[in-house]
């Protein structure tokens, strides 16, 4: 079991640009969560992804969208970046049982480190 | 909305006990969690204790949760080097029938050989 993986590992954008996440949960998993974290914080959550739907959003502006495949992949788009997205953004892959909250686990992703210059 | 705070910053020798403390506001939790993150790694679950429970003990790791005060602790006890890294509390509830999770900002726990 490969677990969570994410790519890229890194990636340089600039202002305005636009950058496209990629996430795989971990086998048996099927809702995917994104976060957000910035230097020196804890991570922010972005939003969740079950049945190919987003199913609860944190305060994350629409320019932060996502996707998730058929097969429980997810993607994590961002539109029009600012210097302040810059971060690691990390994944976490759950199952119906964690978001019922009869679960108490999450697996989480290495990230990728976003830069915006 | 839920708040999760910590501080930032414990240096201990190695051999002694760490004490990483956190409060929370959410009266609500259902889980309350301890991760670790190594540098340049992801966050790594290292124990939870349910929201009506007082203590869990596992291994080196102790969790004192006083829901009364929402405040939640972890000791670990016999610190090693390998132990340095940053600590994230995190709080979760059901948020709309699904489980939500909120970290706070983590403390950076310094072991000195």
């Known amino acids: 079991d490969a677990g969570v993986t994410q790519s890229p590992t890194h990636l340089i954008k600039t202002r305005g640009q636009q950058v496209t996440l990629r996430c795989s949960p971990k086998s048996g998993h099927d809702t995917v969560s994104w976060y957000q974290q910035a230097l020196g914080q804890g991570p922010q959550f972005i939003f969740q992804y079950y049945e190919e739907e987003e199913r609860q959003r944190g305060n994350f502006p629409d320019r932060f969208s996502g996707h998730q495949f058929p097969n429980y992949s997810s993607e994590l788009n961002v539109n029009a970046l600012l210097l302040g997205d810059s971060a690691l953004y990390l994944c976490?892959?759950?199952?119906?049982?964690?978001?019922?909250?009869?679960?108490?686990?999450?697996?989480f992703g290495p990230g990728t480190r976003l830069t915006v210059l | 909305g839920e708040d999760v705070e910590q501080s930032l910053f414990l240096s201990v020798r190695e051999g002694d006990s760490s004490v990483i403390n956190c409060t929370y506001t959410?009266?609500?939790?259902?889980?309350l969690y301890w991760y670790k993150q190594e540098p340049g790694a992801g966050l790594q679950l290292l124990t939870y204790?349910?929201?009506?429970?007082d203590m869990k003990q596992d291994q080196r790791l102790t969790v004192l949760l006083n829901k009364k005060d929402k405040h939640l602790s972890l000791r670990i006890a016999d610190t090693q080097t390998g132990d340095s890294a940053i600590y994230f509390c995190?709080?979760?509830?059901?948020?709309?029938?699904?489980?939500?999770?909120?970290f706070g900002t983590g403390t950076k726990l310094q072991v000195i050989p």
């Open positions: 976490a892959s759950s199952s119906q049982a964690f978001r019922a909250g009869v679960r108490n686990e999450q697996f």
């Open positions: 959410d009266s609500s939790s259902t889980y």
């Open positions: 204790i349910f929201s009506n429970m």
């Open positions: 995190a709080e979760s509830n059901l948020s709309g029938g699904y489980q939500k999770v909120t």
